[in-house]
């Protein structure tokens, strides 16, 4: 049974995606684009294909690799024609040759910052402003962009300002290659849509319900509900009709808000039935009021108030039924694909995010400098004691002033290059990163946690040896913590030394987080960036002595997480409790950690969270 609903969510999650790629077809600057969500194989491939056949014959279609430097994205000086000519010659970049079409963007979650931020204006703007190697010009440019989101963990993705301006979101990870067949839409079918775009009308019912729905969804941004108006239109447009339905709305929520969401609707119920409750009691404390008005008035002024109250309920419920009935269609149609683990996912994403713009603990400390590591840019400078000059960029910053300086220089040379104009290659690399988990191995949970914990290292270890990371583990239970696995790179050894863990007793939770203290000094000291996760719920009950006493525990727990806040180690905590308590909230605000609980944790999602802090999944 499970198999064949796995089938036909697979058959429809492909009917939408193909859906999507003939939406992005029909208007790529209105839709934003896709963000496609796969790692490479032939579904990704088959997918590309279709949004590429789709498009009329002639439309611009651009690859954007990861690497392509900013006089390639945006335009700049053509080198080779402006030695040549002597004067300065204008290239075109990418995202002004591709002005009407498509840009491809390849590993898109791992584009930098600062290109995605080009990209994004441009996006905004409908325009490349070329400002650079002194050139000035500008060229309008609307497309549309499919992202290819190759992540493989769930911190994994483009950066958020980038799939802000991107409509629809797609996951091809769970489609077999059997059922990514083909599209019942046509190249035929686009070209007749596009024609016809312009006359789709959209009623300003089923416009408020989009963006009343992004709201009850917990979206934020305003063009999410722009972009799922556009896509209802153009879905309107492609069935041959010139009036937006429920149906192109419904669509457009599946493609554009549900990715987004970052609440489910019904959570807000039980604040919702609060009110009535209230009003309840009011009209429980109201009746004893009335007996006095009878005794003074007779009847009509009641039938006077009656009927005012009734004409306003009825203009309340007239200026309501409008918003309410559309925005309810819209939430049904989410609540129908909202996946259940959702705040889980936005927790773990949320926490990612949060760390994303902190250097320190994101796969080591980042450190600039030196003649290794990946290239960085270029700056002003002299070759020599590892420095490296980058031939290309001196040449480039030298063509300008070649005119100038032939009028000044009588040698005869074609290109005049002086030591002003010299650039040198700027790299960057990242120190070790080792991840350290203290894990609570007391209680009759004990077991549980630490399965959990050993499925996280193995995990942990199994992806990051081309990192050169390095993961150790730290059990506390009884009267003090141990270290079980000490800082290894190696699965097979951790395999061996997690065999076997021990579990119960009591909760020594300061000596436990005394213990790795220690061991993040000793990271320290060999160069390599500690990162800190700590397994608990925050409840102690033994002190460091060894003796039982809750208070006494608690304080010096709380003592020991303020040690570790004072030396500045990235830190977190995650409680996997069933029913979170303050404590442990209170004893990562000591420590200066973030605090994820994880009611449902399993190794995989301890996996995910350890990788948002430490940025490694990246």
């Known amino acids: 049974m499970s198999a064949a609903l796995d089938y036909t969510n697979a058959e429809s999650a492909w009917e939408d995606a193909t859906t999507a790629a003939a939406l992005l077809a029909i208007d790529p600057p209105g839709v934003g684009g896709v963000c496609l969500r796969s790692l490479p194989g032939p579904v990704r491939e088959r997918w590309v294909q279709i949004a590429r056949e789709l498009l009329p014959a002639g439309t611009p279609w651009r690859r954007i690799p990861i690497n392509i430097s900013d006089s390639r994205l945006l335009g700049g000086l053509d080198l080779t024609a402006t030695l040549r000519s002597g004067r300065p010659v204008v290239e075109r970049g990418v995202l002004a040759e591709v002005d009407g079409g498509v840009a491809v963007l390849a590993m898109a979650e791992r584009i930098a910052p600062a290109t995605a931020g080009k990209l994004g204006a441009v996006l905004d703007n409908g325009e490349v402003r070329l400002e650079r190697d002194g050139l000035a010009d500008r060229m309008t440019s609307r497309f549309g962009v499919i992202a290819l989101d190759e992540g493989a963990e769930e911190d994994e993705r483009p950066v958020g300002p980038l799939r802000d301006r991107l409509g629809c979101h797609l996951d091809l990870n769970g489609i077999p290659v059997h059922v990514a067949g083909g599209c019942e839409y046509t190249a035929e079918d686009v070209a007749a849509a596009r024609q016809r775009l312009d006359q789709v009308q959209c009623s300003d019912e089923l416009a408020e319900a989009l963006c009343a ?99 306003a309920d009825d203009d309340e419920q007239e200026e309501q039924a409008p918003a309410e009935i559309p925005a309810e269609l819209v939430l049904e149609a989410a609540r129908a694909v909202l996946p259940d683990n959702l705040l889980q996912q936005m927790k773990i994403r949320e926490l990612a995010q949060r760390n994303r713009s902190q250097t320190p603990g994101r796969a080591g400390a980042l450190q600039q400098g030196g003649g290794r590591g990946r290239p960085a840019g270029v700056r002003p400078g002299s070759p020599g004691a590892g420095v490296r000059l980058n031939v290309v960029e001196t040449l480039r910053t030298a063509a300008p002033w070649q005119p100038l300086r032939r009028e000044h220089d009588q040698s005869g040379r074609r290109v005049i290059v002086r030591p002003e104009d010299f650039r040198v290659t700027r790299f960057k690399q990242r120190s070790q990163t080792t991840t350290i988990f203290a894990v609570d191995a007391s209680g009759s949970s004990a077991m549980h946690r630490l399965s959990e914990a050993k499925g996280a290292v193995e995990l942990l270890l199994a992806e990051c040896y081309v990192r050169r990371d390095e993961v150790a583990l730290v059990a506390f239970r009884g009267r003090g913590g141990e270290v079980l696995l000490p800082p290894t790179r190696s699965l097979t050894r951790a395999k061996k030394g997690l065999a076997g863990l021990p579990g119960g007793g009591g909760t020594p939770l300061a000596a436990g987080i005394d213990t790795a203290r220690q061991l993040t000094e000793e990271v320290r000291r060999k160069g390599a960036t500690p990162v800190l996760i700590l397994l608990t719920d925050g409840r102690a009950n033994v002190t460091r002595e060894g003796v039982g006493g809750r208070e006494k525990a608690q304080e010096e727990a709380n003592q020991a997480a303020r040690a570790v806040r004072v030396m500045g180690i990235r830190a977190l905590v995650v409680d996997p409790s069933p029913r979170p308590r303050p404590m442990g909230r209170e004893l990562a605000e000591a420590m200066g950690a973030d605090y994820l609980p994880l009611p449902r944790a399993d190794a995989s999602s301890i996996s995910s969270a350890v990788q948002a802090v430490t940025g490694t999944g990246r």
């Open 213 to 311: 729905g992004g709201l009850a969804l917990g979206i934020g941004s305003l063009r999410a509900p722009l972009q799922a108006l556009r896509a209802a239109r153009a879905a309107a447009a492609l069935d041959g009709r010139s009036e937006v339905s429920q149906e192109d709305v419904a669509l457009a929520t599946r493609l554009i808000l549900v990715p987004r969401a970052t609440r489910i609707p019904e959570m807000q119920q039980p604040e919702e039935e609060e009110p009535p409750e209230e009003e309840q009691q009011q009209e429980q404390q109201e009746p004893e009021e009335p007996p006095p008005p009878p005794e003074e008035e007779p009847e009509p002024p009641e039938e006077e108030e009656g009927s005012d109250e009734e004409q």
